[in-house]
């Protein structure tokens, strides 16, 4: 995260500029899921501690996600002149 600010910041990359890439990296997530291309790339995981619950899928993907919601959100490694945000 903060290599991100840092990135961001060293080559003029805005928060729109990101928002924008974080929405089509979640589309193309989500169309790579659904249509099978992603199959390979995701791993089941056993959930501690009982390890009797597994996780089969993506809970990343933010399939509902939009420009609207992505800039509300607030910057999280540097709070008060980031850009980078958890979307």
């Known amino acids: 995260g903060e290599s991100a600010e840092r ?3 060293e080559n003029g990359i805005s928060r729109e500029e ?3 890439w974080a929405l089509r990296s979640h589309r193309l997530a989500a169309e790579g899921t659904e ?3 992603l ?7 056993w959930v501690p501690p009982d390890f ?3 996780v089969e899928s993506d ?3 933010r399939t509902n996600t939009s420009l609207e919601k ?3 959100l607030k910057p ?3 709070r008060r002149y980031g850009s980078v945000t958890a979307g």
């Open 52 to 54: 009797d619950d597994v």
């Open 7 to 9: 990135m961001a910041k």
């Open 59 to 61: 809970n990343g993907i």
């Open 35 to 37: 249509d099978g291309r």
């Open 39 to 45: 199959t390979a790339e995701i791993v089941s995981t």
């Open 70 to 72: 992505l800039a509300s």
């Open 76 to 78: 999280v490694f540097d």
């Open 18 to 20: 990101q928002d924008r």
